[in-house]
């Protein structure tokens, strides 16, 4: 492995990592506020598709999160970024929270999919409707793939199973846009003066975290809260950099070793 560089850039996950829904990971914002009281750089890197990106500013901001607009990049911003790119007319199956993010985009006439998650709306007229548009050519664009997310109740099923739905079904494949694609991780750190090689990634999927940062070229800090589950740094190839209880204790291996 290439020597690694002094480290210059943090990258750090929302959902399940700093907050499950509204409650925040016990210590996360003052461990927040250690991290920012050092001279990395601080960046809040989400696949959230249920809100829009204003929305989760004020949930952060309710939970004492310092965090502003300009620090976090959404999968959302991602998705909007390539439908201008390709001049389409997407079918948004995402959440109604998260349609502000979309603003401007024309939507009548569609001939693109774009899915995220959206419970609501996943029903079979809907799904029938996407895959009529997909046999037709109309390219399929996925926020993100994950298996399931972590609710208050538990876990939940994520947009994944209905993308691979989708794709079985017409003999596609989706555009990802979202974690744990290598384009994220690089557009992210895009205007930061930071390299992968200069970074960390600390999040709770074992796959769209830290597989994808570690992919990137960057090192991947494993999560105990959220989704994970017992085993799932054994679930990638590369094994996480470091697997540890919590964003807190994260931030304290951060501040002991690599600073």
Known sequence: MAARRALKAVLVDLSGTLHIEDAAVPGAQEALKRLRATSVMVRFVTNTTKESKQDLLERLKKLEFDISE??????LTAARNLVEQKQVRPMLLVDDRALPDFKGIQTSDPNAVVIGLAPEHFNYQILNQAFRLLLDGAPLIAIHKARYYKRK???ALGPGPFVTALEYATDTKATVVGKPEKTFF??????????????????????????GAQNAGMRGILVKTGKYRAADEDKINPAPYLTCESFPHAVDHIL????
């Open 70 to 75: 300009d620090e976090i990049f959404t999968s």
């Open 153 to 155: 109740d538990g876990l």
């Open 186 to 211: 690089l557009e992210a750190l895009r205007g930061t003066g930071c390299e992968p090689e200069e970074t960390v990634m600390i999040g709770d999927d074992c796959r769209d975290d830290v597989g």
């Open 256 to 259: 002991q070793h690599l600073l």
